[in-house]
């Protein structure tokens, strides 16, 4: 891409998205009309439509690593049902319709299950971004969409073997060849699964430990490029590969922080691919033939919308997720692309039928965003608000604490959180104390607590408190500096090194601070001070009357801490009212001075 087709594209964008998101269009389709903008119909800022389109498609491919990194493989296995068989039903019953209608339309035999099996595929990127932007990713539509979507990512390995079956030079080799090449598929799948499964945690330990955060930002790009180039060796969908190797590591300590460095980078080469679907449109095809082409687009958006329907309704989905799911999954995919252009290769399509259906496939991705938005203001207030099946409720992804750093202050308050049950997320980037922690059975995460693209993919706008605990004065304030400026909703609970930095952190708006050797420092003074022969309970009344008169010290201090004579001054006079305090009654119980003003 040179200089000024990475200008257009940047430019086109910035008008674009936000345009059509002021007019509750979507970003996806703003993408596609910056694309038909500055493409060969439009200011021809593109030579190569392909290549952008082929290289963006990598975009797709970060996409789905991001959703492995949050599907668990213990989710991953309570959704085998929807996605062996929702998913297959789809795609078989879909296929079947179609090859039967291009078949009544005129095509031959071999053509017409070519066209089935191609246009049953749906688009991952389109319905995936769509279901994000409105959040439904976890409802009861979203999850049955995405097990469809999944299983189409698998489908696509067979698919391809039966156009080599299909091939007019296919005979008893060709179908040897055809079990080969899908042996040879089987095969990269499970390397892919055993590597990552031993290879990937012990390589990201080391570059979490040595590395620097640019050897880790590294390591996770080479994780998804090296899954996705395994994937396109063997003509399989990269996507699936990277949905892998997320699904993989979804379970590791470095879940977030993958998810923090991946996303800038798929955010935008999803939007380059949305914006290269758009720049293929073949606008002079489409005004050469505007019924044809229409009526097409019409009739499988209308076909694949009423099997979606039928196929949610008998699986259990209620009426509104069933119509939900018709309205978000019935698109031409960009798998249909690639199989269309196979299918030419080996004599099994006509040029002039794939530009057809290309263009076919295009129109129906514009159309998506278009007929979700209809359906959301026809049926407004008629939400999925079903019961959540059981994938939902494993376990929960969104704890309403974080724990930012979790040292020996931070353990300990972890460890009653988990034996009351109370769920929560612990971040620290210390790679040696992360592996103390976690082989404790702690629940904590490889990460910068200081990176908001890590808080985000730490869910912190759903949570309601946050346990700062790093070490360090500066890091600390920045913490809690960052926390206040992005998730003011945050109650923050932050550790004080001394007395001057609990008064940084009070400046900042932390709302309740512990000095960190304080109550161990009391503790030993109660049992210094029962050594020397004071009954327990004088001890305790001692250091309990320390405790009230200092930390009303505290609060003083904090309204003069910047006027050092004033605060010397309140300082000393603190200390001689506490002498009188003690003179006037030598010998306070814990009850008494517990109960003083």
Same mark, same amino acid.
């Given at each position: 891409?040179?200089?000024?087709?990475?200008?257009?594209?940047?430019?086109?964008?910035?008008?674009?998205?936000?345009?059509?998101?002021?007019?509750?269009?979507?970003?996806?389709?703003?993408?596609?009309?910056?694309?038909?903008?500055?493409?060969?119909?439009?200011?021809?800022?593109?030579?190569?439509?392909?290549?952008?389109?082929?290289?963006?498609?990598?975009?797709?491919?970060?996409?789905?690593?991001? *959703?492995?990194?949050?599907?668990?493989?213990?989710?991953?296995?309570?959704?085998?049902?929807?996605?062996?068989?929702?998913? #297959?039903?789809?795609?078989?019953?879909?296929?079947?319709?179609?090859?039967?209608?291009?078949?009544?339309?005129?095509?031959?035999?071999?053509?017409?299950?070519?066209?089935?099996?191609?246009?049953? &595929?749906?688009?991952?990127?389109?319905?995936?971004? *769509?279901?994000?932007?409105?959040?439904?990713?976890?409802?009861?539509?979203?999850?049955? #969409?995405?097990?469809?979507?999944?299983?189409?990512?698998?489908?696509?390995?067979?698919?391809?073997?039966?156009?080599?079956?299909?091939?007019?030079?296919?005979?008893?080799?060709?179908?040897?060849?055809?079990?080969?090449?899908?042996?040879?598929?089987?095969?990269?799948?499970?390397?892919?699964?055993?590597?990552?499964?031993?290879?990937?945690?012990?390589?990201?330990?080391?570059?979490?430990?040595?590395?620097?955060?640019?050897?880790?930002?590294?390591?996770? $790009?080479?994780?998804?490029?090296?899954?996705?180039?395994?994937?396109?060796?063997?003509?399989?969908?990269?996507?699936?590969?990277?949905?892998?190797?997320?699904?993989?590591?979804?379970?590791?300590?470095?879940?977030?922080?993958?998810?923090?460095?991946?996303?800038?980078?798929?955010?935008? &080469? &999803?939007?380059?691919?949305?914006?290269?679907?758009?720049?293929?449109?073949?606008?002079? $095809?489409?005004?050469?033939?505007?019924?044809?082409?229409?009526?097409?687009?019409?009739?499988?958006?209308?076909?694949?919308?009423?099997?979606?329907?039928?196929?949610?309704?008998?699986?259990?989905?209620?009426?509104?997720?069933?119509?939900?799911?018709?309205?978000?999954?019935?698109?031409?995919?960009?798998?249909?692309?690639? *199989?269309?252009?196979?299918?030419?290769?080996?004599?099994?399509?006509?040029?002039?039928?794939?530009?057809?259906?290309?263009?076919?496939?295009?129109?129906?991705?514009?159309?998506?965003?278009?007929?979700?938005?209809?359906?959301?203001?026809?049926?407004?207030?008629?939400?999925?608000?079903?019961?959540?099946?059981?994938?939902?409720?494993?376990?929960?992804?969104?704890?309403?604490?974080?724990?930012?750093?979790?040292?020996?202050?931070?353990?300990?308050?972890?460890?009653?959180?988990?034996?009351?049950?109370?769920?929560?997320?612990?971040?620290?980037?210390?790679?040696?104390?992360?592996?103390?922690?976690?082989?404790?059975?702690?629940?904590?995460?490889?990460?910068?607590?200081?990176?908001?693209? +890590?808080?985000?993919?730490?869910?912190?706008?759903?949570?309601?408190?946050?346990?700062?605990?790093?070490?360090?004065?500066?890091?600390?304030?920045?913490?809690?500096?960052?926390?206040? #400026?992005?998730?003011?909703?945050?109650?923050?609970?932050?550790?004080?090194?001394?007395?001057?930095?609990?008064?940084?952190?009070?400046? +900042?708006?932390?709302?309740?601070?512990?000095?960190?050797?304080?109550?161990?420092?009391?503790?030993?003074?109660?049992?210094?001070?029962?050594?020397?022969?004071?009954?327990?309970?004088?001890?305790?009344?001692?250091?309990?009357?320390?405790?009230?008169?200092?930390?009303?010290?505290?609060?003083?201090?904090?309204?003069?801490?910047?006027?050092?004579?004033?605060?010397?001054?309140?300082?000393?006079?603190?200390?001689?009212?506490?002498?009188?305090?003690?003179?006037?009654?030598?010998?306070?119980?814990?009850?008494?001075?517990?109960?003083?003003?």
């Amino acid at each position: 891409m040179t200089l000024t087709e990475l200008f257009a594209f940047l430019a086109a964008t910035c008008v674009a998205v936000p345009l059509f998101r002021m007019f509750g269009f979507g970003s996806v389709l703003g993408y596609m009309a910056a694309g038909i903008a500055i493409g060969p119909y439009g200011l021809g800022a593109f030579e190569d439509v392909d290549s952008v389109l082929h290289a963006s498609e990598f975009g797709v491919v970060l996409l789905l690593f991001i *959703i492995g990194l949050e599907l668990k493989p213990s989710r991953l296995w309570v959704m085998r049902r929807a996605v062996f068989g929702l998913g #297959t039903a789809q795609v078989m019953i879909t296929a079947t319709a179609l090859a039967v209608l291009a078949w009544l339309l005129g095509q031959g035999l071999s053509a017409a299950i070519v066209i089935g099996l191609g246009l049953a &595929l749906s688009s991952t990127a389109f319905v995936l971004q *769509i279901l994000a932007e409105r959040k439904a990713l976890t409802s009861q539509y979203g999850r049955s #969409t995405f097990a469809i979507l999944l299983f189409q990512d698998l489908a696509v390995i067979p698919i391809l073997a039966v156009l080599a079956l299909l091939a007019p030079e296919a005979g008893a080799a060709g179908a040897a060849g055809g079990a080969g090449t899908v042996m040879l598929k089987l095969g990269a799948i499970i390397a892919l699964i055993v590597g990552g499964r031993y290879l990937l945690r012990p390589a990201f330990r080391l570059a979490a430990a040595v590395g620097g955060h640019e050897v880790f930002t590294a390591a996770a $790009l080479a994780t998804v490029v090296g899954a996705a180039l395994l994937m396109y060796l063997v003509d399989i969908s990269m996507a699936l590969g990277a949905f892998i190797a997320g699904v993989l590591l979804a379970d590791s300590e470095f879940r977030h922080q993958l998810e923090a460095e991946i996303e800038p980078f798929k955010g935008l &080469l &999803l939007g380059l691919f949305f914006v290269a679907v758009g720049m293929s449109a073949e606008l002079s $095809l489409l005004a050469a033939e505007p019924l044809l082409i229409l009526s097409l687009a019409a009739a499988l958006l209308a076909i694949k919308g009423a099997i979606l329907f039928g196929l949610g309704r008998a699986s259990g989905l209620p009426l509104p997720a069933a119509r939900d799911m018709a309205f978000v999954l019935p698109q031409g995919g960009e798998f249909a692309f690639v *199989i269309f252009a196979a299918a030419v290769a080996k004599g099994l399509l006509a040029d002039q039928v794939a530009d057809l259906l290309i263009l076919v496939v295009t129109m129906t991705m514009v159309a998506t965003p278009l007929l979700v938005l209809a359906k959301e203001r026809v049926f407004k207030g008629q939400q999925d608000r079903a019961a959540q099946p059981e994938f939902d409720t494993i376990d929960d992804d969104e704890p309403k604490i974080i724990i930012a750093g979790i040292g020996r202050f931070a353990q300990i308050i972890a460890r009653i959180l988990h034996v009351r049950g109370i769920p929560f997320t612990a971040l620290e980037s210390d790679m040696d104390q992360l592996e103390i922690v976690r082989k404790f059975g702690n629940r904590a995460y490889f990460g910068d607590v200081n990176d908001l693209g +890590l808080l985000r993919a730490a869910k912190a706008d759903k949570a309601e408190l946050v346990i700062v605990a790093v070490d360090g004065v500066e890091p600390s304030l920045k913490v809690v500096r960052n926390l206040k #400026t992005h998730y003011p909703h945050l109650k923050i609970f932050a550790r004080a090194r001394d007395r001057h930095h609990a008064h940084q952190l009070e400046d +900042l708006g932390a709302d309740w601070i512990i000095r960190e050797t304080y109550g161990s420092s009391l503790e030993m003074a109660t049992a210094v001070l029962e050594s020397l022969g004071d009954a327990p309970d004088r001890a305790r009344g001692t250091v309990a009357r320390f405790r009230q008169h200092d930390e009303a010290l505290l609060a003083e201090e904090h309204a003069v801490v910047h006027d050092e004579s004033r605060h010397i001054q309140t300082v000393e006079e603190a200390q001689r009212e506490l002498e009188a305090l003690f003179a006037a009654d030598p010998c306070p119980s814990a009850d008494a001075a517990a109960t003083q003003d």
